[in-house]
């Protein structure tokens, strides 16, 4: 019967995301290429003095993405240190300045880790004025360097790469905002709250009192999943009634999820002229979604340990109301598109259930991976395929007719290499360092042994890979994890940006070559599965060390 529901679930969110590919990925596509801008949208580059017109090279594109992403970093850190003086405070005070940092970081490099509950530390205009806006406009940078390498596949001889502020303006204008609108509407008629209502002491069950707070959750219920952002409204995130109140809402804020990136494929697909390379794309991110969603339903079913077989299943940790297939979808899907929400505790997962969360984002979350994070990662490891490939044949490899030389597959190596080394120097350096150690074992760790070895692994792994979820046993409010976490979001978003536009630079400026009886079809199904393998071993042959110390030591 539990199979049966998985099956079900799958194909229910199957269908209508093959709607939603065909239909959103050929809109996404009309957004970026139109030439018409919209009288709002005229009147808002008048106000920052750009011209639409006027395109950037690679360099000038990844400046307005640094520039601007430095300001909204100052923006939501100044709001945090100053909430006591701000309306609708509900009387909190600020955040302490490291974990202030951390959630200005996180947020603005669309991971939205959260070291805090947030009911009881942030009131409605931080949430609302900070965060809430990160939400869209972190989504929409990451949508604009996807459509920035997209263009540079794309164009023939170009010195220029698109106009970011336009690209950013139009993500957030055209797309992300309209369906953020309709899913809020969508989620409160089933029933999540979105109201300033405060705190409201409420009558328990057992006939306690207990504080409730509202807010308007909806309206940043839908875009932190929309996204692909995942900082809750409240402590419990999606497991919390307010936020996700039945299962048709917990399959709607799945289907949120995954809408955008799964789509994406389609818009690379017309963009580049070609359909069958966006097909070719959307498969593998297929393949490895369903495999990795039955790899965890069967552990977590299976339930290896005591209490588990006991209780027919691994339900520590599970919403009853939800179920654990729903709740693997959701933790599938959240972890494998960069939005780190959750609707279960990850840390109560079975040792190898939790170990498939950590691969999902260890492989790049490209399964479908983030808003525009997905499609670019993706293509990245197509662009190694295709290298590796063109070794194995003695041929020089070609992409859509661009050649893979020196400089580009120094580029994509780099930008795989980024996010492994955060991850391991971070755990490394949490458990080497003597004061750091200290800290780490006596604070935050709260399962100490091979479990806590995951969660500090797991905490570095979704900061990195700009995911947010976490284990959770860990309690990263101290200076070192809010520190260490800051800075591996930072650099896990922005340095592989810096590669993602200087690759994309460097293919707009080629002009293709003719396709020969020599040049690998990168359309047919056995490009799909060289992708598929290249994505697998290159996370095997990188984690699976560090991941016998931990998850894998604990399960076996």
């Known amino acids: 019967m539990e199979w049966l529901s998985a099956i079900l679930s799958l194909v229910a969110v199957g269908i209508l995301l093959v709607v939603g590919y065909r239909t959103l990925g050929d809109y996404m596509a009309w957004v970026y290429v139109s030439d018409k801008d919209w009288r709002p949208e005229r009147g808002f580059y ?42 609708y405070s509900l009387g909190l005070g600020a955040p302490s300045p490291f974990l202030s940092f951390n959630t200005a970081a996180s947020f603005v490099a669309n991971t939205n880790w959260q070291s805090y509950s947030p009911e009881q530390t942030l009131g409605y205009t931080v949430q609302l004025a900070g965060l809430a806006v990160q939400n869209f406009v972190s989504a929409g940078v990451g949508m604009a360097v996807a459509i920035a390498l997209i263009r540079g596949l794309a164009r023939r001889g170009s010195p220029t790469i698109g106009n970011f502020w336009v690209d950013l303006t139009r993500g957030t204008v055209r797309i992300l ?3 953020a609108v309709l899913g809020a509407i969508v989620l409160m008629a089933g029933g999540v709250i979105e109201n300033f209502n405060g705190f409201v002491d409420v009558q328990t069950v057992a006939g306690g009192s207990q504080s409730v707070p509202g807010g308007p959750v909806a309206s940043q219920e839908v875009i932190k999943l929309l996204g692909t952002n995942g900082g809750g409204f409240f402590n419990a995130n999606s497991s919390h009634p307010f936020e996700n109140p039945s299962g048709w809402t917990n399959a709607f804020e799945v289907l949120l999820m995954l809408i955008i990136p799964f789509a994406l494929p389609r818009t690379f697909g017309r963009m580049v002229g070609d359909n069958r390379q966006g097909y070719a794309i959307v498969a593998a991110m297929g393949i490895l979604f369903v495999a990795s969603f039955s790899i965890l339903t069967s552990l977590q079913l299976a339930g ?10 691994a339900t520590e940790g599970i919403e009853q109301r939800l179920g ?6 959701f933790s599938t899907t959240s972890t494998g598109t960069s939005t780190g929400a959750v609707d279960a505790m990850h840390d109560s997962y079975t040792a190898l259930g939790g170990m498939m969360t950590m691969l999902n984002m260890m492989i790049g979350e490209v399964a479908p991976g983030g808003v525009g994070s997905g499609i670019y990662g993706i293509l990245i490891s197509a662009i190694i395929a295709v290298f590796v490939a063109g070794l194995l044949v003695g041929r020089t490899p070609e992409f859509l007719g661009k050649k893979i030389g020196p400089r580009e597959i120094k580029l994509a190596s780099l930008y795989i290499l980024v996010t492994p080394a955060l991850v391991l120097s971070g755990t490394a350096l949490s458990f080497a360092v003597p004061g750091v150690r200290q800290s780490v074992q006596d604070t935050s760790i709260s399962n100490p042994g091979v479990h806590g070895m995951s969660e500090v692994l797991y905490a570095f792994t979704s900061a990195a890979n700009n995911n947010g979820s976490a284990f959770a046993g860990i309690s990263a409010d101290t200076p070192w994890m809010n520190t260490a976490l800051g800075v591996a979001m930072l650099l896990g978003r922005f340095v592989p940006i810096v590669f993602v536009l200087a690759l994309a630079g460097a293919m707009a400026a080629q002009t293709p070559v003719p396709a020969t009886r020599g040049t690998l079809p990168t359309h047919r199904p056995q ?30």
Not at 64 to 69: D, M, P, Q, R, T
Not at 304 to 313: D, F, I, N, S, V
Not at 324 to 329: E, G, H, R
């Open 527 to 556: 490009f799909v599965g060289l992708l598929i393998g290249v994505i697998v071993i290159v996370t095997a042959l990188t984690y699976f060390p560090v991941l016998t110390l931990g998850p894998l030591a604990e399960g076996l």
């Open 324 to 329: 654990i297939v729903a709740s693997a979808l």
């Open 304 to 313: 290896r340990g005591t209490a588990p077989q006991l209780a027919g299943a």
């Open 46 to 87: 008048r106000l920052i003095g750009v011209d639409p017109k006027a395109e950037q090279t690679w360099r000038s594109y990844l400046r307005a993405v640094l520039v601007f992403s430095a300001v909204g970093l100052l923006i939501v850190y100044l709001l945090q240190r100053t909430q006591q003086w701000l309306p």
């Open 177 to 179: 905002l309209p369906v």
